[in-house]
């Protein structure tokens, strides 16, 4: 079964127009209005193919295929749309465009089938259901913490989180449910408030009992597929991550008053820190374990005045937890030596953090024999970057796919994978969720 490569195409060209940012990356964030006109548009098509929708409280939203038989196991495939500001156009939204490639082409199968066309298997045959899935905030943009809606259908977080997660203007994750802009029917140029009058955990948690397996289709995010030349690569493990944040406290003073001897800038204490935890990670033999200083304020941020406080995280992450926890409190033991070295006061809390995890066994090796099968050039290979699949792997069968991205540059403007494989890794998900379907169509 073939998937149409010009509507898959089409798909992700449109798509990348929801931006906040036009000309400069893609900017959609989770319940904002881009994120909402872009669901609006995918759900327009699945709804047209005569699919089922169901969105629950957090906005992670199901798509079933319309021939789904109550009972029978579900296959599932997707990810998520929203993006880190001026991010790629493929981040994302490449899985779900490829999910729902998936379900147009099967829901054109279900018509033909219906049809009497004899050229088709009949739709009974298909042992198992499919659904698609877009998980709400997976970057973490707004409230700092990924895979936000993945984690509220995996209990992972609860109701009283709703009140614990705050963006950056303060608003917890509740308020911004509360205020979620949707189009209005009315008026094609307006939005609507949506009322979260309740929030039912219940109803967020997924059934896993209902659910065969899970796969989610990405671009890969680093350069290895573009390097070797090689269209597919099957994910093996899923890098865990640590996240601190640090508050150094200095005295701030007059910048042309306070001579250099007696100082105490939070400024250049951080970049001692920065600098160190480079130095740190780099003496891994591995070369494996990555750490990243990649957010940080300053105050009060003039020109003419000594800085005196410095917020920044550091991020750490490898495939072995042990490793992670070890260079970490490396890290957090240099940061606090120089922080006393300049007289600085030092604060250091734990943000974020998730485990290591590798994939379901089973399904990469059926992976595997179908590249082999297709004549793919593929490649097992592990993920630095978290995804969605990180959650739900601890529940049901698991598997990701991914697709080069050149030079492999993502999270910028410069995100970009060729089309064809792009098309190849949309029509190797078909074939995985065909087969996991337990069907040669």
Known sequence: MKINKSRLLEMLHDLEDFTDTPGNGVTRFSFGVQDATAREYIL????????????????????GLKSNVPGKSIVMAGSHIDTVRHGGWLDGIYGVCGALEVMLTLAEYVDAANSGDKSVMPIDQLKNNYEMVIFSEEEGSNFGSTMTGSKFVTGFYKEED???????????????LIELPIKDDEDEDSLDVYSMDYFDSGEILWDFDEIKSMLELHIEQGPVLDKEGLSIGIVDAIYGMRVVEVTLTGVGNHAGATPMGIRYDALCTAAECVLATEEIVKSDDDERIVATIGKLSVSPDCSNVIPQEVKFTVEVRDKDEDKINEYMDRIIERIRQLADARQVTCEITEHSKSSPLYLTKSLKDDMEKLAIKKNLAYKVMDSGAVHDACMIANFVDTGMIFVPSINGRSHVPEEDTKEEDLIAGVQFLMDTVLNEMKTEV
């Not at 699919?51 to 798509?63: G, K, P, S, Y």
């Not at 709703?162 to 911004?176: A, C, F, P, V, Y």
């Open 44 to 63: 327009e098509k699945a709804v047209d193919a005569g699919c089922t929708v169901d969105i629950d409280a957090l906005q992670n939203i199901r798509i």
């Open 162 to 176: 709703l009140g614990k997660l705050r963006d950056t203007n303060g608003k917890t994750l509740r308020q911004r």
